[in-house]
């Protein structure tokens, strides 16, 4: 059945004003008669793009303005009508939005050559920075059209699915968005790797159910206890892993399902923080836990603000499930991820995911920058990062709070900010550390407390002479590994 305005506003999470309905209302009216006429391959009116677009940005909970441009999304690209016309009838910020989409849109990232690559990919950064709404629109409109790709000729295929698993399911998963994340990778896996597609989905599907009832005996006795113990929980779930999480998984061991222990995984939702322990002590006491398996994701959240606890038990004859434990906060973030924040944008504490990504007190506007891909940007133009650095710099799941600095042999050291080149010594290695003399950053010489910037050169001179660490780097050494080193060193 086409899908409809009376979608949108049925996936709507975020509560919405009669004025904000108008904007969309009108935003639907506009794009519908401009596309008037257009049809999509699969035979669909075009206007079911753009609502499909929106609904995805419905569910993921962002606002009124923000839908409306992926209503309107590929209005300046598509039809006769100008981005002029758009920002006359709806304003400055949803054309700004809309031609960040259009500008995106432009940029083929699989150019022919390397090079091309990753001048658009760096494109692509530098649009993030400009605004993040726009690179959310451009995940909805990506999936979507990864929805559709059965319509497409075999090489487009292939084409927007490797983008798709090389680029935009990595920044769905940098922006914590778990369940955009592996739609995208599900959908990519089976354009890109037929059979391995195949494989995994009929190894997923005779794993459940082989062990389907001891799985959900053990939602149902968990169920129980934490009634019995008057724990509140707010929602008990089952998940299977992903076709293509799985299959990465199974390469890794040895294409062995069994040893896939969060193959199975209950979900459970608590109200508050404290209960997520309580939960966890319940699980741990009906079943046995698997020696080192507790990860405290809550305590220390993962880099893209994932929040939860993971713990991998022996359930109902021996069936090996992971159990993971959080807040519906927690949950709605680690699905939505930094749409999420706009869902909260009204509530007073302040989750996790926003001190990540928005470090600095900004006032409650819509359009916050990232501060990690404004930096990203930034390091770019002001260093003139050579392609090979810009690549490693993609790969290592982006930047935040944390600067890389190069040795002299391309490799890239991780660092907190205003880490000094002793810092870096100590991190290559402690005798280098210790007898660290000089530094050079990008090839100059700079003293032993320096802030390294994120993306230098550093050198690292060592003399024999020095024979011990100074005591007075103490006061500057921000690793705890230079730290822990220099004072071993004086324990001695
Ligand atoms: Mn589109």
Request: glycine content about 4%.
């Amino acid at each position: 059945m086409q899908k409809s305005l009376e979608d949108i506003r049925k996936n709507v999470r975020v509560t919405l004003s009669s004025q904000d309905w108008e904007l969309i209302d009108s935003a639907y009216e506009f794009a519908k008669a401009a596309h008037q006429g257009q049809k999509r391959r699969s035979g669909e009116d075009y206007i079911i793009h753009g609502i499909e677009t929106a609904i995805i940005l419905a569910q993921i909970g962002m606002g009124a303005k923000t839908i409306s441009a992926g209503l309107l999304h590929d209005v300046p690209e598509d039809t006769p009508v100008t981005l002029a016309e758009i920002e006359n009838k709806f304003g400055k910020e949803i054309a700004f939005l809309v031609n960040g989409i259009t500008k995106l849109g432009k940029i083929k990232l699989r150019d022919k050559t390397e090079e091309m690559y990753v001048k658009n990919l760096r494109k692509l950064f530098l649009a993030m920075a400009d605004d993040i709404r726009v690179i959310i629109i451009k995940l909805a409109d990506r999936l979507h059209n990864m929805r559709t790709l059965q319509f497409n000729p075999r090489d487009k295929q292939i084409r927007i699915a490797k983008e798709t698993l090389e680029i935009f399911s990595l920044i769905a998963n940098r922006l914590g968005m778990g369940k955009i994340k592996s739609e995208l990778e599900d959908l990519a896996f089976k354009y890109l790797d037929q059979e391995n597609y195949a494989y995994s989905i009929r190894t997923r599907k005779e794993q459940y159910l082989r062990k389907k009832e001891y799985f959900e005996a053990t939602l149902n006795e968990l169920t129980k206890e934490f009634s019995r113990e008057k724990v509140e929980i707010l929602q008990i779930s089952k998940r299977i892993k992903h076709p293509y999480s799985l299959f990465c998984k199974l390469k890794k061991r040895g294409m062995d399902i069994e040893k896939i222990y969060d193959f199975f995984a209950i979900r459970i939702i608590v109200p508050e923080i404290s209960n997520c322990y309580e939960a966890l002590g319940i699980v741990h006491r009906k079943y046995k836990p698997l020696v080192g398996r507790v990860k405290d994701y809550i305590s220390l959240p993962k880099p893209n603000g994932y929040q939860s606890i993971h713990t991998t038990v022996f359930g109902p004859e021996g069936i090996i499930v992971e159990a993971q434990i959080r807040t519906k906060k927690m949950d709605e973030e680690a699905m939505f991820g930094i749409a999420a924040h706009w869902l909260h944008k009204n509530q007073e504490k302040k989750s996790i995911l926003e001190k990540y990504l928005f470090p600095q007190k900004e006032e409650e506007k819509e359009n916050k920058e990232l501060r990690w891909v404004k930096q990203f940007s930034e390091w770019q133009s002001d260093i003139g990062a050579d392609d090979q650095e810009f690549m490693c710099g993609l790969q290592v799941d982006f930047f935040k709070n944390h600067i890389f600095a190069f040795t002299p042999t391309g490799d890239f050291i991780e660092l907190p900010e205003e880490a000094t080149p002793v810092d870096f010594a100590y991190c290559i290695h402690s005798e280098i550390g210790r007898k660290i003399c000089e530094a050079k950053a990008d090839g100059k010489i700079v003293p032993l407390d320096y802030h390294i910037q994120n993306g230098q050169l550093m050198e690292i001179f060592t003399s024999d002479e020095r024979v011990c660490p100074d005591k007075d780097w103490l006061k500057f050494v921000k690793t705890s590994t230079a730290k822990r080193h220099i004072r071993k060193f004086f324990k001695k």
